[in-house]
């Protein structure tokens, strides 16, 4: 099995026959099968994009309304110069004579050049009205495009963060981050250039179209002989380009997707020499992306040409026929060059739409990426709603009955026949060989995934009929892999506790052993960590995570791996506190050092994702099992183990992940 990567070419070749045959399927959906970002749906029609842009327009309607109406003036307004000019040409330079009523009447001034002033100074107020409207028109939309895409944003987080975890693993954060960026803005722009750009466009047109049949309907009958044209390229191309776009986009996630992970495991990156990999894997992703923009643009490209030969020639025609109407004596020179004016009217919306066409089927692959994933089910949708029974005093009871468990999209199972009753305010220790499937098991317990068979209760309830954003307000884990958020030492530990005040966040840390470092730190609490808690040792941040779960206050305590990082001497120390974290909570608690868990009131011993032994430490030593086997293991000293202490021989101490 070779490892060489795809060059991009490769990789776009492979694009192209996709795309074609996806074409000659019949369906629009996304050819890009290297990204699985894909909805449930396929290509959603115009109409359900609308509908569901309208639906993100909720509570700024009125507000758009009124934009749209100041629209319409602004466009209205623009209408009057054209007549000016033609009514300057016929009336003021020409031989025709104004009514005398339409003089008398409007108080009209008989002079020539005083009309003619008077028809500037009109024609600048005009203008200027025009401008005013115009300007607060363009900002209530502008400042409606950033509530919406605010709104968007908001909709488009609110559900990522809920999606099933192993989503999240295969959308990767950065391809989360680029969705929320650039899709959810791109749903935003959609305000131009799917209502206000049309809807200026459709007044200016109608607005054109009936001062056009005013003065020649045969001309306006010419003129639209375009619509039909413009109809037919749009029904053939536009089609084709928003897969391209939905493409790019999917691209670009996947691009961000990995961009972020190479920073984040920056170290690893370096300590194996891999930058120029990675950069030459970021470059990869980039040229295929290009490759698709090109071909993006060349489509767009055939339809901006196709316009601009359109355009002119249609403009020329008319031109000739309207010379030749004039020569008849059919319409006057002013009729004529207010007409071509009109005609420019007419066509410059069409050809702002069809030059926005492109990056309007841009913003519409964005909205249609936005609702696929809006349309992902979220975490154990349509399960719980049931308030948690908070259990007094001592924890709760945890009963696990008949559970088996297969991870999302794999076939075997890796816990099996589960069974185990806790009552409330006990400890359990989970311990076997790595894999055995104690991380899982934990993982069911704070329900990052539901059994796929048997059930767990909290409290003689099934936690699947649990709210489970209540349920985890009632947790507190600490795991080995500790993950901090870049903000201060203080908000870290706040971070399990709104609202919690100075005191209790060093009451906490006290508690946890971690105050005497921090007050090390030259800023104390208020020590910026850096992204992830670079800045700390991997046993400070344990102590940290520590922290964070004593001030969260959780009835059920999970502790995977927690102490895993500190050495015997700190591991000690807290060993204290987490004992009396673990008063008075059901605790569930894996560890390798199996001194720290003799305590335990109930040991389960896990192999192969089933239960071998189970009983207090003093019961599975009197057998000869499993358990006492693992106690002898570690007592055994390690050429490795210099001060004889009960260490496994590979253990990580005090290190920085
Ligand atoms: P332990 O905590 O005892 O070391 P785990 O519970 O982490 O073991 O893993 C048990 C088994 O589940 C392993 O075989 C592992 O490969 C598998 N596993 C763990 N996490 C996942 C996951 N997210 N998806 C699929 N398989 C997983």
Known sequence: MSFRPRTSRQRYRQYRIDLKAHETEGSMRTAAAHVKTKGPHGQRSFLQLFAAFYGFLRGSRAIIGFSLLTVMVATALKLIPPAATGFVLDYILGSKQIPA?????????????????????????????????????????????????SRVRKRVFEHAVRLPLHRIYQLKSGGVASILREDAGGVGELLFS?????????????????????????????SLLVIPIIYYTHRSWIGRIRPLWRDIRASRQYMDG??????????????????????????????????????????????????????????????????RRVLEGAITTGDLVMFLFYLAMLLEPLATLASSATSFQNSLAGLDRVLDLLDEPQEFEGTGGADAPRSTGVGAAIAIRGLSFAYPGADTCVLEDIDLEIPAGRMVAFVGSSGAGKTTLCNLIARFYDPTEGVITFDGVDLRTIDVERYRRLLGVVEQDIFLFDGTVGENIAYGRRGATPEEIRGAAEQAHAAEFIDRLDRGYDTIIGERGVRLSGGQRQRLAIARALLADPCILILDEATSNLDTESERLIQVSLETLMRDRTSFVIAHRLSTIAHADLIVVLEHGRIVEKGTHAQLMDRSGRYRNMVQMQLMPTSTDANGGMLLPREPTESRA
């Open 194 to 222: 799917m209502l206000y750009n049309p809807w200026r466009a459709v007044i200016q047109l109608l607005g054109t179209l009936a001062i056009l049949a005013v003065i020649d309907w045969r001309l306006l009958v010419g």
């Open 101 to 149: 009523g339409v003089v008398e009447r409007f108080g009209l001034p008989t002079e020539r050049p005083t009309l003619l002033t008077l028809t500037a100074v009109v024609l600048v107020a005009v203008a200027a009205v025009a401008i005013a409207v115009g300007m607060t028109g363009r900002y209530l939309n502008t400042l409606t495009t950033k509530r919406v895409q």
């Open 258 to 323: 990995h961009a972020t992970e190479a920073f984040g495991g920056m170290r690893v990156v370096r300590s194996f020499g891999r930058q120029r990999a990675e950069t030459g894997r970021f470059i990869r992703n980039n040229h295929l992306m290009i490759r698709q923009e090109l071909l993006a643009w060349w489509a767009s490209r055939t339809i901006e040409v196709g316009w601009a030969v359109l355009i002119p020639a249609a403009s020329a025609a008319l031109l000739w026929y309207g010379g």
